[in-house]
């Protein structure tokens, strides 16, 4: 069955939670077939302690790699190289815009089978066992790989992080030698375009608005929520009000925007149309309001409260300030 392989991806001296959730899953698996889960990491001066630090998601060993950090293509060659010594059965990646670039790339490196948007991985029989919801979440389908090599790309969150209170892992040096187009992307900046501190992926309240806002300064009104549930809260929109210019790109949830999959995502004057869906439905709990108790975001909501926003936001917010005070 192999061992497996996880990239990490690093930003600011530590690894992102998709990327720790990856390899845990990947320590999980080698534990039950009896093979061993290393992780590779890309980037320009990554440290022993950073690198060390996986082997308390159960990582054994860290394949290290100096080249550009943040970027597809080097990640791609770099995990061809890795894959190209032959002990490795499954290539798994956490959530997120990089893994899949990556992930695919790699598929088309290798012409290996590729199942994205997995959100459970189990052995069984002698293989790895892929799941990943269809059909809008109502069915399963089990994916199995005939390719040497299976390439397996997690949905946002699926895997959970689990310490296994192991020490540092060994960390390797691997020589890479990148492919010319892999260089001629470079990496300018990296930032939030929202600050550092709003972090819509990770956090775990989002409170998300739509063209029911009726404005740009009916944002105030989702800003005002989420600083009432305080800690990892941040605010999101749809693409109405993004290409409206009310709400920055950075915060759009959707097809074309970002994926999450928040403890609880309150969808406020939001319709629920499928291309919006698809970046929020793994959420834990959804509570939608709307005015319109036939819009289609009451279909996969937890709670529906039909309504008008302007009423009922500022009452909610004030309800979460009296429960955290009290
Ligand atoms: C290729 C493609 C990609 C796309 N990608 C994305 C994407 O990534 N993300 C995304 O979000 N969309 C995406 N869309 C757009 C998507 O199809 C919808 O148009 C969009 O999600 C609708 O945004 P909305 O819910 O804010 O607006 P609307 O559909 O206009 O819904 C507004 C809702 O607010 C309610 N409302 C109005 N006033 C009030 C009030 N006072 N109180 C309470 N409720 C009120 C209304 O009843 C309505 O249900 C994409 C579309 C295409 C074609």
Known sequence: MGNFLVYALDYQGAFNKNS???????????A??????HAIVVGEGITDELAGSLGAYGATKVLRVD??????????????AAVAGGSYGTALFGGGLLGFEVGAGLAARLGAGVAMEVTAVRAEGGKIVAERPILGDSAISQIEFRSPVGIIIARLNAFEIRESGAGP?????????????????QMVTRGEQRGADVDIEGADVL????RGLGSAEGFALCEDLASAFGGSSAVAATRAVVDAGWFPYAG?????????APKLYIAAGISGAIQHKVGMQASENIVAINKDSNAPIFE???LGV????????????EAVKAKKGG
């Open 252 to 260: 759009q949830i959707g097809q074309t925007g970002k994926t999450v």
């Open 67 to 80: 080249g550009p950090s943040g970027l597809a293509q080097p990640v791609v060659d770099a995990m061809a």
């Open 32 to 37: 039950e077939t009896g093979g061993e889960c």
């Open 306 to 317: 039909v309504g008008d926003l302007h009423k009922i936001l500022p009452k909610l917010t």
């Open 207 to 210: 409170v998300a608005g739509g």
């Open 169 to 185: 892992a060994t960390v390797e040096d691997l020589e890479v030698g990148f492919s010319d187009f892999s260089r001629r992307a």
């Open 20 to 30: 720790l959730g990856a390899v845990s899953e990947g320590a999980r698996l080698a």
């Open 300 to 302: 996969f909501s937890d």
